[in-house]
């Protein structure tokens, strides 16, 4: 199915099913432990040994000599795989750095060796058998000191490394009200709970891996191609992942190392990442400094606008692209950004939840704070006056919908915004100062061609069938319940099927994409299995209902399942997107409003209180959707007050490479948090009229958090993670 033309009214548009706060389909698994998550496959294929991986020792260099013959001989040892007896291996398309790193080594934790043995403990015990000697290289690993060799990327994913628009120089210089500050953002890991694992079986030449993996379609072919083998002779099936993040979208180490094991082992392997080596050796969420200039007239109209950033990654690698947003999200004629790249000997970098829009806005929003307090205006107010209903890089491209004055406004009249006191460090309760703050949240909305297959049994009964991921989403009920309006059925008739590469390939889960296309996809598909069922059953495909299982024109009406009475019926067709994407710009939009506590003798930070509202076009589900909304706005609280892989920039690793180390926010930390959906139904999206919301509530939650912080103390902090140590010797006094 083509879409090239707005949707207009459509079987969806009846909202029985879809647009309705529903329970998830898979929630019975999860919580009763009956969900197959990749390293416990034990129904599979019977006989699995263990692998467990060796990372390197040093961040750049090469090994020296590698040592097996202890290890060989351990108790229980099937296979130890090296780079040495591999054989040849080529780099995936999604890889920056080799999944098995000899003799040369790029990165910390860069896998080396797998030791396969019979049970897990026999495998880590012959591991530490193993003795590698490595010469180790100069490496860089401070951004900060790679700063100024930084070059301008390539452009990729993210767009063109830089934009201009009018004469941002001469604008800035005229303006009267002028900002120009650097902000920081570290390091940070996905800390997902489910480790990066895979179980790989071999049939003759075939492959079976069972893995936790994001998108499919990409991890098939980058196994096959890491492993020199066709494509089609790998089955990869990821059916439920225990979150990812970003950090599952590519294959990794584990993958690709329990195939080689299991060649090696001539049996089934199991490998899983330890949590040290999901940090070192899997992708992070690159540091960044980035660079906000803006200029306004006295009336807090900006006339000028510039954000630069600079990150670091692996040769070869990509730029975190945290000035994206900034070329949309306000107005203003004259406006440059700037992305610059410096070759770092870190691990790898690459997406991380909201990649760009997430740090970016860390930046950007306290900037537009710092600027209102220039202008003497109110933060909100400064916000909405500064909106823009076209893209201001191409006056003549409008966005399709965009509500965020409408965000802004009722999330400070829902919020009490008016109660705020407007000098910081004023508002004290008991040992606690009192703070609120704002930003705004964006994010665009992605377009990628997705595809299913329906079937439509004798019973009734209808089947969903497409290699789209959950990742603990909600995937699984939002494809139910698009099947279930568009065929007629309850949701109880459908049954779906995930993750699977012999399945119709989808767009996978990433990148705020997922929900809106795939459904569009299996939209596409039940729009191809009604005709068949108009045409089994003799109708005119014209003024067609299907409802409660019976298929209506006028006054003749027959039971769904009667199409199906001489065999199944199956279809299958993908959405595919015109150019509606280049004639407006689909964007999705929020307000965050956060208040916390400072204590006063300490610095200690509590968020006492959070609200988003969030226009994104149709909510497929409200139920889910608000659970990807506050699970966002907490990790958003992590990435403000304490998530950071803190680097040792003499042997280049994140030293704190465990969930003891590397703190992410608990129940504790998260106190009462509010979700707003605005009535959005964007017909030039797609079919459904959706969107995405799941990367939008991470989007300008970090700063929001920062200018609430500044508000309750009076204390600027423009390096995250915003903590007590950055507050705590310039405090008020205490009275």
Not at 18 to 33: A, C, N, S, V
Not at 55 to 60: E, N, V
Not at 203 to 232: R, Y
Not at 370 to 383: G, I, Q, S, T, Y
């Amino acid at each position: 199915m083509k879409f090239d033309k707005p949707a207009g009214p459509n079987p969806i548009d009846q909202l029985k099913v879809i647009g309705k706060p529903t329970d998830r389909i898979d929630g019975r698994y999860k919580t009763t432990g009956r969900a197959p998550y990749a390293y416990e496959r034990h129904d599979v294929v019977g006989n699995q040994a263990y692998g467990y991986v060796i990372g390197a020792a040093i961040a750049k260099g090469r090994i020296a000599s590698m040592d097996l013959a202890k290890a060989k001989a351990a108790p229980g040892v099937l296979a130890i795989v090296t780079a040495e007896n591999a054989g040849k291996l080529g780099k995936g398309n999604f890889n920056t750095a080799k999944l098995l790193g000899g003799p040369q080594i790029d990165h910390y934790h860069q896998a080396v060796a797998l030791v396969v043995a019979e049970t897990f403990e026999q495998a880590r015990a012959a591991a530490q058998l193993v003795r590698i000697d490595y010469a180790e290289g100069k490496g860089a690993f401070d951004l900060a000191a790679a700063r100024d060799g930084a070059t301008k990327p390539e452009p990729k994913f993210g767009g063109p490394a830089d934009t201009a628009v009018g004469d941002f120089t001469g604008a800035f210089a005229a303006a009267p009200v002028k900002l120009e500050e650097t902000y920081t953002t570290p390091d940070q890991s996905h800390a997902m709970m489910e480790p990066h694992a895979s179980i790989a079986a071999w049939k003759g030449d075939q492959l079976s891996l069972w893995t936790s993996n994001q998108m499919i379609a990409w991890s098939a072919g980058d196994v096959a191609k890491t492993l020199g083998i066709p494509k089609e002779k790998v089955v990869l099936t990821s059916p439920f992942i225990g979150g990812g993040f970003g950090g599952k979208l590519f294959v990794r180490a584990d993958a690709v190392l329990a195939a080689l094991g299991a060649r090696a082992a001539r049996r089934p392997v199991k490998v899983t990442l330890t949590r040290p080596l999901m940090m070192n050796n899997t992708t992070h969420r690159p540091a960044t400094i980035q660079r906000v200039r803006i200029g306004s007239g006295v009336d807090g109209k900006i006339t000028a606008i510039a954000h630069e950033s600079w990150s670091g990654d692996l040769p070869g690698g990509g730029p975190e692209t945290a000035v994206g947003q900034t070329r949309l999200l306000y107005a203003g004629a004259n406006r440059m950004t700037a992305m610059r790249l410096a070759v770092l000997d870190l691990p790898e970098g690459n997406a991380m939840r909201a990649p760009g829009e997430a740090p970016g806005l860390m930046a950007l929003e306290i900037a537009i704070d710092e600027m209102a307090e220039k202008l003497n205006l109110d933060p909100v107010e400064f916000r909405i006056r500064n909106d823009t209903q076209v893209d201001p890089e191409d006056p003549k491209r409008p966005f399709s919908q965009r509500q965020l004055v409408q965000c802004l406004q009722q999330g400070a009249e829902r919020f009490g915004w008016s109660k705020r006191n407007a000098t910081p460090g004023q508002a004290r309760e008991g040992q606690w100062l009192i703070g609120m703050g704002v930003a705004a949240a964006f994010r665009n909305n992605l377009l990628t061609k997705s595809a299913a297959r329906v079937r439509l049994d004798r019973k009734g009964f209808v089947t969903v069938e497409t290699d789209m991921t959950d990742i603990g989403t909600g995937t699984y009920t939002i494809i139910a319940q698009t099947a279930a309006e568009m065929m007629g059925v309850p949701l109880e008739q459908v049954k779906v099927k995930l993750g699977d590469s012999r399945f119709p390939v989808s767009c996978g889960s990433g990148g705020q994409w997922g929900a809106n296309n795939a459904t569009s996809g299996v939209y596409a598909a039940c729009v191809k299995l009604r005709e068949s069922v108009a045409q089994k059953l003799g109708f005119n495909t014209e003024n067609l209902q299907f409802a409660d299982g019976q298929v209506t024109a006028g006054n003749r009406s027959v039971p769904l399942a009667q199409a199906a009475v001489d065999g199944e019926l199956t279809a299958e067709d993908a959405i595919e997107f015109g150019d509606l994407d280049k004639k407006y710009q689909q964007s999705t939009f929020g307000g965050h409003f956060v208040e916390v506590g400072v204590d006063i003798a300490t610095a200690e930070i509590r968020v006492r209180r959070m609200l988003a509202v969030c226009a994104a076009g149709r909510i497929l589900n409200p139920k889910s959707a608000r659970s990807q909304v506050i699970g966002a706005m907490t990790m958003g609280v992590g990435a403000a007050l304490m998530e950071e892989l803190a680097i040792d920039k003499k042997r280049g690793f994140f030293v704190n490479h465990d969930l003891a180390g590397y703190e992410v926010p608990v129940h504790a930390d998260i106190p009462h948090q509010e979700v707003i959906f605005l009535p959005e139904a964007d017909p030039i999206s797609s079919p459904m009229k959706a969107k995405g919301v799941g990367e939008l509530g991470i989007c300008g939650v970090g700063a929001a958090v920062a200018n609430a912080i500044y508000n309750a103390t009076g204390i600027r902090v423009r390096d995250y993670p915003i903590t007590l140590d950055k507050l705590i010797d310039k405090m008020p006094e205490v009275a």
